[in-house]
Protein backbone atom coordinates (compact mmCIF):
# COMPACT_ATOMS: atom_id res chain seq x y z
CA UNK A 1 0.00 0.00 0.00
CA UNK A 2 1.06 3.49 -1.13
CA UNK A 3 1.77 5.86 1.88
CA UNK A 4 3.42 8.65 -0.07
CA UNK A 5 1.33 11.32 -0.51
CA UNK A 6 0.94 12.57 -4.48
CA UNK A 7 4.03 15.28 -5.38
CA UNK A 8 3.01 18.19 -6.63
CA UNK A 9 3.68 19.71 -9.51
CA UNK A 10 6.92 22.40 -9.04
CA UNK A 11 6.07 26.03 -8.67
CA UNK A 12 5.87 27.84 -12.17
CA UNK A 13 5.18 24.69 -13.91
CA UNK A 14 1.19 24.64 -15.62
CA UNK A 15 -1.28 21.79 -14.37
CA UNK A 16 -2.14 18.74 -16.75
CA UNK A 17 -4.97 20.97 -18.50
CA UNK A 18 -7.93 18.67 -20.44
CA UNK A 19 -10.13 19.04 -23.29
CA UNK A 20 -13.53 19.35 -22.53
CA UNK A 21 -15.46 16.11 -23.31
CA UNK A 22 -17.80 15.59 -26.42
CA UNK A 23 -20.78 15.47 -24.15
CA UNK A 24 -19.92 18.61 -22.31
CA UNK A 25 -19.25 20.53 -25.32
CA UNK A 26 -22.48 19.03 -26.66
CA UNK A 27 -24.85 20.12 -23.64
CA UNK A 28 -23.24 23.53 -23.24
CA UNK A 29 -24.63 23.89 -26.90
CA UNK A 30 -27.84 22.60 -25.73
CA UNK A 31 -27.88 25.54 -23.07
CA UNK A 32 -26.88 28.22 -25.39
CA UNK A 33 -29.74 27.53 -27.63
CA UNK A 34 -27.98 24.83 -30.30
CA UNK A 35 -27.64 21.39 -31.69
CA UNK A 36 -25.16 20.80 -34.03
CA UNK A 37 -27.18 20.47 -37.11
CA UNK A 38 -28.81 23.40 -36.30
CA UNK A 39 -25.11 25.37 -35.98
CA UNK A 40 -24.26 23.48 -39.19
CA UNK A 41 -27.50 24.98 -41.08
CA UNK A 42 -26.74 28.54 -39.91
CA UNK A 43 -23.21 28.53 -41.16
CA UNK A 44 -24.70 27.09 -44.52
CA UNK A 45 -23.67 23.32 -43.83
CA UNK A 46 -26.29 20.15 -45.15
CA UNK A 47 -25.11 18.08 -41.91
CA UNK A 48 -23.41 18.75 -38.67
CA UNK A 49 -20.98 15.68 -39.47
CA UNK A 50 -18.38 18.86 -39.59
CA UNK A 51 -19.16 19.77 -35.93
CA UNK A 52 -19.10 16.57 -34.87
CA UNK A 53 -15.88 15.36 -35.98
CA UNK A 54 -14.49 18.60 -34.72
CA UNK A 55 -14.84 17.57 -31.19
CA UNK A 56 -12.75 14.40 -31.41
CA UNK A 57 -10.20 15.68 -33.68
CA UNK A 58 -8.76 19.26 -34.91
CA UNK A 59 -10.46 21.22 -37.13
CA UNK A 60 -9.91 25.12 -36.79
CA UNK A 61 -12.88 26.46 -38.92
CA UNK A 62 -15.29 23.76 -36.82
CA UNK A 63 -13.66 24.94 -33.27
CA UNK A 64 -13.95 28.44 -33.53
CA UNK A 65 -17.53 28.46 -35.09
CA UNK A 66 -18.40 26.28 -31.86
CA UNK A 67 -17.03 28.42 -29.52
CA UNK A 68 -18.48 31.19 -31.05
CA UNK A 69 -22.01 30.20 -30.36
CA UNK A 70 -20.25 29.66 -26.89
CA UNK A 71 -19.50 32.82 -26.33
CA UNK A 72 -15.73 31.94 -25.63
CA UNK A 73 -12.50 31.16 -27.40
CA UNK A 74 -11.79 27.65 -28.27
CA UNK A 75 -9.03 27.46 -26.02
CA UNK A 76 -10.62 27.28 -23.44
CA UNK A 77 -12.50 24.20 -24.54
CA UNK A 78 -9.12 22.81 -26.20
CA UNK A 79 -6.69 23.91 -24.19
CA UNK A 80 -4.31 20.65 -25.70
CA UNK A 81 -4.58 22.38 -29.31
CA UNK A 82 -3.80 25.76 -28.31
CA UNK A 83 -1.02 27.80 -26.55
CA UNK A 84 -1.70 29.93 -23.74
CA UNK A 85 -1.61 33.20 -25.90
CA UNK A 86 -4.36 31.98 -28.26
CA UNK A 87 -2.33 30.87 -31.14
CA UNK A 88 -3.05 27.14 -32.68
CA UNK A 89 -0.11 24.82 -31.91
CA UNK A 90 0.97 22.80 -35.02
CA UNK A 91 -0.45 19.51 -35.25
CA UNK A 92 1.00 16.54 -37.24
CA UNK A 93 3.48 16.95 -40.22
CA UNK A 94 4.02 20.66 -39.68
CA UNK A 95 4.45 20.70 -36.09
CA UNK A 96 7.67 17.78 -36.83
CA UNK A 97 8.88 19.71 -39.69
CA UNK A 98 8.60 22.92 -37.10
CA UNK A 99 10.76 21.50 -34.83
CA UNK A 100 13.07 20.30 -37.20
CA UNK A 101 13.99 23.55 -38.70
CA UNK A 102 14.31 25.12 -34.83
CA UNK A 103 16.82 22.76 -33.80
CA UNK A 104 18.38 21.07 -36.49
CA UNK A 105 20.27 18.09 -37.05
CA UNK A 106 23.33 17.59 -34.11
CA UNK A 107 22.46 21.27 -32.71
CA UNK A 108 23.00 23.26 -36.16
CA UNK A 109 21.01 25.63 -37.23
CA UNK A 110 19.66 23.71 -41.12
CA UNK A 111 18.55 26.51 -44.04
CA UNK A 112 14.87 25.82 -44.48
CA UNK A 113 15.54 25.40 -47.98
CA UNK A 114 18.70 23.78 -50.20
CA UNK A 115 19.63 26.71 -52.12
CA UNK A 116 19.33 29.36 -49.03
CA UNK A 117 22.62 27.71 -48.45
CA UNK A 118 24.31 28.94 -51.47
Do not use: C
Amino acid sequence: MNTMPPKKASPGVEEDVHDWHPADVIAALHKAGWTLASLAEHHGLTTGQTFSHALRRSLPVSEKRIADALGIHPKDIWPSRYHANGERKLQGFHAIQSTRRKSGVNGKKQPVNRHESA
